[in-house]
């Protein structure tokens, strides 16, 4: 394999990129959950299916304590715990995940928000009332022992209730609740969002930035910066300017993390650029991930696995993890270089962020900052241009820092800049469509593919992601163009109805979806099982793009999908602000052709 041919030539660069090996930090500072011999032991273990279940546990005494009882049984065994041992002392010591933690149900539920009530397709609006239904399901509320004894968890303390995605995934994450939010606010739940939104500035009150979840050992990892557009789906909701007054600065300084810790200078063609990436310094296996990081970073020399490390959790703040799009030189894990690649996404979304802190900081009073934040957005735009475009193939594309190249594989972050408005030319459009027909997008049955790469990874093909639908399709649907709005109508269909169709199977909705088979089924690929995602941020389909009470796009025609549900086009309406959002498609079901 390409990948292990160049093993020790990837371990010399990497070493040379980091520098002094060792000198890293854990990813927190628990000498239980982040680092230390009881991680290590337990974790190689594998006392668990999932590593992720042992970070997950509390503790049931002080740390203290339980480093000292290990300490002293490892000096009575002579160093040597069998598993047995390991897994005694773990029983002793610990408590089952997510006992820190109560259901809750949000207090802004209700039985029959207008969207349910708007869809006249029977077995849609039931489908639909199943996913609204999940909200009472997935609401947590983290218990007052996690703030009297913090050292005893691995769980971040929040103030306010929030929904977790569900599966494994039983805390907060930060790029999950964009969507989360999103489809709270299509059930008519905007205090529920308000927590949520209020613990998120809490963290970057406290960290500097939103830790990618809410563990400990997420720390100094982030993931996809999506907070002020939050902050923007929340104010069209409720235009609670009080609200934005108060966290403006909280706002501006969660960006000014990404400013100062995730960029990058690029000199092309005698001017300079600043553009943003994924980039983690922090040592050690992820913590979650312990044994999997450990055997791979096996295969490298020891000087370079550090630098791995460091490269996996770059990735892991991406969203991405993994994909081959962090891959240089082959399809394979141990040649992942996150850092050494400038992400369309990433861009994309600091773009639009930037654009709404302008809005923003004008609505406030505060010209001189609305300007500051204008003048970021059109440098990024240049550099954008500059670095990302590529003219004869018609879409953006990631930029690789090692080689000064594009990276010309399909991803449908490339066509991100579309979805965050973050283009000038308005036949960037006719160019993207044409760039999806050149690589047979369109063409695909049950969705849009993650890539056209077939890694083993799970964010590669065969499968297709939510989130990535709303990229592609809300970015062509938020154009003028009739023939990008068809596009998008057709995608969204094709997601709709695999969404539907394995519900009615497995009635459950899924994390990721296979689409290279005929029927469309759960994916697969990566380091865990394919989770069900319980809340409509997975399917999105109930919450985003599929049925609705206030429709961005009016009735035009209905057209039959392949398993016969009927849902209905759309054409631009004239609809106020506070009803569509800036960016927001919606597609109603039919009760009968018309």
Same mark, same amino acid.
């Given at each position: ?11 010399? $660069?990497?070493? $040379? ?104 397709? +029977? ?60 489809? $709270? ?52 909701? +409720? &235009? ?28 092309? &063609? ?121 003219? +004869? ?34 036949? +960037? ?58 596009? !998008? ?56 793009? !599929? ?48």
């Amino acid at each position: 394999m390409q990948g292990i041919n160049r093993l020790f030539q990837l371990g010399l $660069l990497l070493g $040379l990129e980091l520098g002094l090996e060792g000198a890293l930090p854990p990813p927190c500072d628990s000498q239980i959950y982040c680092t230390g011999e009881l991680l290590r032991q337990v974790q190689m273990a594998k006392l668990y299916e999932d590593d992720k279940h042992f970070v997950d546990m509390p503790l049931t005494k002080a740390p203290d304590q339980v480093l000292k009882a290990f300490d002293e049984l490892q000096k009575s065994s002579g160093g040597n715990l069998s598993r047995d041992q390991l897994k005694t002392f773990v029983s002793e010591h610990f408590t089952d995940p997510g006992q820190e933690m109560q259901t809750w149900i949000p207090e802004d539920w209700k039985d029959s928000p207008k969207f349910l009530q708007n869809i006249s397709d +029977t077995r849609l609006r039931a489908w639909a009332a199943d996913l609204h239904n999940l909200w009472k399901k997935l609401g947590r509320k983290i218990k007052p022992e996690v703030l009297k004894q913090p050292d005893q968890y691995s769980l971040i303390y929040s103030a306010h209730p929030f929904i977790v995605p569900g599966g494994r995934f039983i805390e907060f994450y930060y790029w999950d609740s964009y969507w989360v939010m999103e489809g $709270l606010l299509l059930s008519e739940m905007s205090k529920t969002v308000k927590g949520m939104l209020q613990n998120f500035l809490d963290m970057v009150k406290h960290y500097g930035h939103i830790p990618n979840g809410g563990r400990v050992y997420y720390q100094q990892r982030s993931q996809p910066p999506l907070l002020t557009l939050m902050m923007d789906r929340y104010l069209k909701y +409720t &235009n609670d300017l009080d609200f934005l007054r108060e966290n403006i600065n909280i706002l501006d300084q969660e960006l000014n993390f990404w400013r100062h810790n995730r960029s990058v200078s690029i000199s092309h &063609n005698k001017k300079n650029y600043t553009l943003n990436r994924y980039h983690v310094p922090y040592g050690g296996p992820r913590p979650e991930s312990y044994s999997k990081d450990a055997e791979l970073a096996e295969l490298l020399p020891m000087g370079a696995r550090e630098s791995l490390w460091t490269e996996l959790k770059g990735g892991a703040e991406s969203g991405w993890d993994f994909s081959s799009r962090w891959f240089i030189g082959s399809n394979y894990l141990l040649d992942i270089k996150t850092s050494q690649i400038v992400p369309v996404d990433l861009n994309a979304i600091l773009c639009q962020a930037e654009n709404l802190m302008s809005t923003f900081y004008s609505q406030l009073g505060n010209l001189q900052m609305s300007e500051n934040y204008l003048r970021e957005q059109t440098q990024r735009k240049e550099a954008m241009k500059a670095l990302l475009w590529n003219e +004869t193939l018609g879409s953006w594309f990631d930029y690789n820092l090692e080689n000064g190249q594009q990276n010309h594989a399909f991803y449908p972050s490339n066509l991100s800049p579309l979805w965050a408005g973050c283009f000038s030319d308005l036949d +960037t459009v006719k160019k993207n469509i044409k760039y999806l027909e050149d690589n047979k997008i369109l063409a695909y049955k049950h969705g849009v593919p993650t890539s056209l790469q077939i890694s083993g990874q799970q964010w590669d093909f065969p499968n297709a992601w939510a989130p990535l639908q709303d990229l592609v399709v809300k970015g062509l649907a938020e154009s003028a163009s009739a023939q990008a709005q068809e596009a !998008a109508f057709q995608l969204a269909q094709k997601w709709i109805q695999t969404n539907f169709d394995v519900y009615q199977k497995n009635k459950a909705m899924y994390e990721k979806y296979d689409i290279s088979t005929d029927s469309g089924e759960p994916g697969g690929g990566g380091e865990y099982r394919v989770q069900v995602r319980g809340q409509p941020l997975r399917g999105r389909v109930c919450a985003r793009v !599929a049925v609705t009470g206030q429709p961005a796009f009016h009735l035009t025609r209905c057209v039959p999908s392949p398993g016969g549900l009927r849902l209905d086009q759309w054409r631009r309406p004239a609809v106020p602000d506070s009803l569509r959002g800036p960016a927001d498609l919606r597609v109603r079901a039919c009760a009968a052709p018309h």
